[in-house]
């Protein structure tokens, strides 16, 4: 056990001056004793909280939960609000301001007197930025995932959040259902706090958090209104100053070894494409190069074994009681490096110890794969030269191997009020492109990749077309979407170049995605290209501008992700 002196918060609160007087009566006038909290670790908990965040509005109540178990261990727990990020409402996109909560995360804790943290999150870009800003100052950290929703209902139907709102707005485009049946589904879809309870962007995030080793174990499926949720919550909170008093940092958890089982993790869920971009940027905080090919390189000798929708049939409410992510991963160990450090154990391998699958229909045997191959395939191609992501297990098939001519939108704006002009002639055999939807170009990439397809030929019964943009999509859509198409158009990659008409290749197997126009003609269509106005004069968005990075190497800011030191405050 550290000794007073040798905690971070003891250079606030211990020595013999004026800046320690003036912290001790500070606290004083918070209504502490000084018996509360001189000589205790501090651990700040950093709660992404709101009243317009769903996935996240019990989490004000999990607080307490982490602060009872903070107190049981000796430790004294501070609460500290920090930017929500909420998928359903921020606009153009919560992926703009990721980087902004890491940078409030980082700065928080660096400024703070605190010993160690506790990263409350879930939503889609929370779990990343929350972490990539934790690992920047290298404190111990737990991360206490918000848990997913319950199962939506419709009728005699079990719905999935994000998966079967595409489905039922395409039913309503083809004339299938009408308004009284999409008033049901808006009050069925969504019946509790917590995030989709598919494998969206949010559980695979918070299954690749506890991949790494960062959260108690099985924390990242339990349903975000099940009472287990609050004590895996009070948990955690005696876990951080274990750490604490251990001195067990960031640092010893996320290495080389943790982030390539992240990867196998997410790949062997069927987990979403989103994913690539954050646990690149993850990655390199933590000091570590993680690369597309390294996905590509697992993605071809890791099978999908979770049976979840979109590319499956169950949800994650199913996936937790047939054992959640212990059992799951107990599947994989051969393929994972189990003897390295946990926050929660000695060893991922002891972390593992008794796990078992219940449901083998939910967690697939590795001799019963749902896909033979991990769920996401790294294109290349010279309309992706630095590569692009399409999530093959939630395509239909028949379209992995498909060449038809482009029709071009500019934007998605253009798009949406275009895309069913019958004048268009756009047939199945077509290939949808949209650019400037990309870091820079969208801004912030927003998840537009799930081109809508044209309203006469959803009642012709077409449900999937090849759609190709530098844009994102939910982690919770489907089809044979190509994305995250860098360099993006914005800064003249190859997209910019396509015009309608042009044939273009998709081939998942070979994973080569071509525009089939001679070498001379987009020379000469590239020499003609110019750049389009900056969308911001000023302010965070200028910032974003000038900084963010392309999808390929996680779009995180440039002077946030190059190598360097940066001192602890001196606290006077």
């Not at 990242?220 to 604490?244: N, Q």
């Not at 979109?310 to 799951?328: N, S």
């Not at 077509?430 to 990309?438: I, K």
Request: proline share 8%; with cysteine.
């Amino acid at each position: 056990m550290k000794a007073p002196e040798e905690l971070r918060s003891h250079q606030w609160y211990g020595t013999d001056g004026l800046r320690s007087f003036s912290h001790r009566a500070r606290t004083r006038q918070l209504g502490y004793l000084p018996e509360e909290h001189l000589g205790k670790p501090v651990i700040a908990i950093l709660n992404t909280w709101s009243d317009i965040n769903p996935c996240h509005v019990h989490l004000r109540e999990r607080a307490l939960a982490v602060k009872r178990g903070v107190w049981q261990a000796g430790g004294f727990p501070l609460e500290f609000p920090v930017s929500t990020l909420s998928e359903t409402f921020q606009k153009p996109t919560p992926m703009l301001y990721r980087n902004l909560l890491a940078m409030e995360t980082e700065e928080l804790l660096r400024s703070y007197p605190v010993d160690g943290a506790v990263l409350m999150g879930g939503c889609d870009k929370t779990t990343p930025a929350l972490l990539m800003g934790a690992a920047s100052v290298d404190l111990p950290a737990v991360f206490v995932p918000a848990g997913p929703m319950l199962p939506g209902h419709w009728r005699d139907e079990v719905l999935g959040s994000g998966t079967d709102m595409w489905k039922y707005w395409d039913d309503r485009r083809a004339g299938l259902i009408g308004d009284r049946e999409l008033a049901e589904l808006e009050n069925g879809l969504a019946r509790s706090p917590g995030h989709c309870m598919t494998m969206g962007t949010a559980s695979t995030l918070t299954a690749a958090a506890e991949a790494l080793g960062v959260t108690v174990p099985g924390a990242s499926s339990i349903p975000a209104v099940d009472s287990g949720h609050e004590r895996m919550a009070a948990a955690s909170g005696r876990v951080i100053v274990d750490l604490v008093q251990r001195d067990l940092r960031l640092s010893r958890i996320l290495t080389r070894e943790a982030y390539e089982d992240a990867v196998t993790t997410v790949l062997a869920l069927g987990g979403s494409t989103n994913a690539v971009i954050h646990l690149i940027a993850m990655a390199g905080r933590s000091g570590v190069r993680l690369t597309l090919d390294d996905f590509d390189r697992v993605a071809r000798t890791v099978p999908v074994l979770a049976n979840l929708r979109p590319g499956g049939r169950y949800l994650m409410e199913d996936f937790h009681f047939a054992g959640g992510l212990p059992a799951f991963l107990s599947r994989l160990t051969d393929l994972l490096h189990p003897d390295r450090p946990t926050v929660a154990g000695p060893t991922l391998r002891a972390q593992l110890d008794g796990a078992r699958v219940h449901n083998s229909e939910v967690i697939r045997p590795r001799d019963r794969p749902l896909a033979p191959e991990g769920g996401v395939a790294v294109l290349r191609g010279n309309l992706c030269p630095d590569g692009a992501v399409i999530k093959h297990i939630a395509a239909d098939p028949a379209l992995l191997r498909h060449t038809g001519p482009a029709v071009v939108f500019d934007d998605y704006r253009t798009m949406q009020r275009t895309i069913d002009d019958p004048a268009l002639g756009i047939t199945a055999d077509h290939v949808l492109v949209l650019r400037n939807a990309g870091p820079r170009g969208g801004p912030g990439m927003p998840e537009y990749g799930m081109l809508p397809i044209p309203d006469h030929l959803l009642r012709q019964g077409v449900r999937d077309m090849v759609r190709i943009s530098d844009a994102r999509m939910s982690g919770t859509s489907y089809g044979a979407c190509v994305l995250h198409v860098a360099p993006e158009s914005h800064v003249g990659g190859p997209l910019a170049l396509v015009r309608t008409g042009d044939p273009i290749t998709l081939d998942v197997a070979a994973r080569t995605l071509r525009l089939e126009v001679a070498d001379e003609e987009l020379d000469r269509r590239r020499s003609r290209w110019t750049p389009p106005p900056e969308r911001f004069g000023r302010g965070y968005g200028a910032l974003y501008s000038e900084q963010i990075t392309q999808a390929d190497t996680g779009c995180d800011f440039a002077f946030l992700s190059r190598p360097g030191e940066v001192p602890d405050p001196y606290a006077g």
